[in-house]
């Protein structure tokens, strides 16, 4: 049951969970203004599942293999709106969204990506980073849209990249950052702080 002060959020994951299990950390204070609900997973062995149980929320497996964009898509809505959930992240889901879905959860879908948005959206984007000889990358948590990456930016954190920087060591950094800003971004748009108005992130 959510607390009255606490916004009902729900998860959407493919990997581990590592942004899931900060996103779980943040929930448990009291001050925190969201709860977690429910975490869904489109990869069975899903590593987030675990963490998601542990911390006693329910896990839902729909996977999307044979299934259409759309059908897999109203499954995951189904599911969402079955448990109360009224924001969604995403943290670390490996599917496109169909623009029916976006538009469904306008202003209330959140995504995290490790660039500085606009630039290197996408994939590979430590390996581009690098190529390019950026001296500056970090994250970005952004309202999801149906083109890809191209939401309002609602909070980003930036991390150096060293002259000894492999992808690896910077995602690594990148990530750390990650983790930090998610909740930071949670918190904003659960206090109302951060909203998507008219195609854009506009703070209160």
């Given at each position: ?13 493919s990997?581990?969970?590592s ?10 204070a ?12 489109n ?10 149980s542990a911390?006693g ?8 293999k ?19 959930v009224?924001?969604?992240c995403?943290?670390g ?12 959860w306008e202003?209330?879908?959140?995504n ?56 690896e060591?910077?995602a ?21 702080r ?8 506009v703070?209160?």
């Amino acid at each position: 049951m959510t607390p009255a002060n606490k916004i009902p959020v729900g998860v959407l994951i493919s990997g581990r969970g590592s942004n899931l299990q900060t996103l779980l950390d943040a929930s448990r204070a009291e001050s925190f203004p969201a709860h977690i609900v429910l975490v869904i997973a489109n990869v069975e062995n899903a590593g987030g599942l675990a963490r998601a149980s542990a911390a006693g929320v329910p896990v839902h497996v729909i996977t999307h293999k044979g299934k259409t964009r759309e059908t897999f898509d109203a499954q995951l809505d189904a599911a969402l709106r079955e448990a109360g959930v009224e924001l969604v992240c995403l943290a670390g889901f490996m599917r496109i969204l169909s623009d029916g879905f976006t538009r469904a959860w306008e202003g209330k879908l959140l995504n995290i990506h490790p660039s500085l948005l606009p630039a290197y959206k996408g994939t590979r984007v430590h390996e581009r980073v690098l190529e390019a000889g950026e001296k500056q990358s970090g994250a970005s948590v952004h309202f999801v849209v149906p083109e890809l990456d191209a939401g309002p930016v609602i909070a980003q954190a930036a991390v150096p990249v060293l002259a000894t920087d492999t992808p690896e060591t910077l995602a690594a950094r990148v990530l750390e950052a990650e983790h930090r800003l998610y909740p930071t971004a949670l918190r904003l748009v659960c206090e109302g702080r951060v909203t998507l108005q008219n195609g854009a992130a506009v703070t209160a």
